[in-house]
């Protein structure tokens, strides 16, 4: 499903030094992407969970992916390098 893009949305550049970060991690039935994408959305506008546009992955699945994401450590992972490439 093709959606309009956000300003929240990684770029091209910055989703392909992520990718590898995801590499050895389970398969979801949503792209990887699109996940980090829907959480940046989140912690970027503060908009609540349930408020999440609907052309986003659903709001459960996103939270899941984000609270995985949180307690192994590859958010913090995720924020960091994009920090950087931002210098």
């Given at each position: 499903?093709?959606?309009?893009?956000?300003?929240?949305?990684?770029?091209?550049?910055?989703?392909?030094?992520?990718?590898?970060?995801?590499?050895?991690?389970?398969?979801?039935?949503?792209?990887?992407?699109?996940l980090v994408n829907a959480t940046l959305y989140?912690?970027?506008?503060?908009?609540?969970?349930?408020?999440?546009?609907?052309?986003?992955?659903?709001?459960?699945?996103?939270?899941?992916?984000?609270?995985?994401?949180?307690?192994?450590g590859l958010w913090d992972t995720i924020l960091?390098?994009?920090?950087?490439?931002s210098d």
């Amino acid at each position: 499903m093709t959606r309009k893009a956000y300003d929240t949305d990684l770029t091209d550049q910055e989703w392909a030094h992520l990718e590898s970060y995801f590499s050895k991690h389970r398969t979801y039935k949503w792209s990887k992407r699109e996940l980090v994408n829907a959480t940046l959305y989140i912690t970027k506008t503060g908009c609540q969970w349930r408020m999440l546009p609907h052309d986003f992955p659903p709001y459960p699945t996103v939270w899941s992916f984000f609270r995985r994401a949180k307690e192994s450590g590859l958010w913090d992972t995720i924020l960091t390098e994009l920090v950087k490439k931002s210098d």
